[in-house]
């Protein structure tokens, strides 16, 4: 089992909780998101950092300001320039970004942003995908894209116009699953995303 450590750390003046798990002299690094209804501790109980941890990878959890045990800013930042100003707190060099629901939308515009910080992107059954579909296709970080074909909050659609419109992008869908179809198939989501990782 995966001993993942709880830290809190002061980033300017707001306590910001994550979990860190995985080797020593990691392969790569991993950053997990979450969406608007969990928090870092949903990936603890599901096992992933374990499996990730196994094949050598270092783990951050991550919680976003106002979420989980991570308190709200005092400075007005958008969630993608909090992580980018935030990892590079913690002095992490690029990596691999996995976003679900609302966090697949941070991890969206965190890829047009910032893509040189960027190993590979996974979006999960992200929201608010038809926002961005006009820049889709300057995203070109290799991108895994994860849908649950039964998902009510983010239609399967989006999923296709994703595959569609990024480049460097496959999809893995889940067609008898709805909007947390990770965590309701981890065996199966965890074998796809290590493959991808690899």
């Known amino acids: 089992m995966s001993i993942s450590i709880d830290k809190s750390v002061n980033f300017e003046g707001s306590l910001i909780h994550y979990l860190i798990c995985g080797a020593e002299n990691p392969s790569d690094w ?5 969406g608007k209804r969990f928090t870092a501790e949903n990936w603890r109980e ?9 094949e050598n990878f270092k783990v951050i959890a991550l919680e976003l300001p106002g979420y989980g045990m991570t308190e709200k800013l005092h400075k007005e930042r958008s969630f993608e320039e909090f992580i980018t100003e935030f990892l590079k707190q913690l002095a992490l060099p690029a990596f691999h970004l996995i976003g679900p629901s609302f966090g697949g939308e941070i991890a969206l515009k965190f890829a ?3 893509p040189e910080l960027l190993l590979s992107l996974t979006l999960i059954d992200s929201i608010n995908v038809d926002q961005y579909e006009k820049q889709l296709d300057k995203i070109v970080t290799k991108t895994l894209i994860v849908w649950g074909k039964e998902d009510q909050v983010a239609p399967y659609n989006n999923a296709l116009i994703l595959k569609d419109k990024i480049p460097n992008s496959q999809l893995l869908t889940f067609n008898h699953l709805g909007h947390t179809c990770y965590f309701d198939d981890m065996l199966s989501f965890s074998q796809k995303l290590l493959e991808f990782l690899r």
Do not use: I
């Open 46 to 54: 599901s096992g992933l950092l374990n499996q990730l941890e196994k």
């Open 112 to 114: 047009l942003k910032y």
């Open 30 to 34: 991993v950053v997990l998101l979450h």
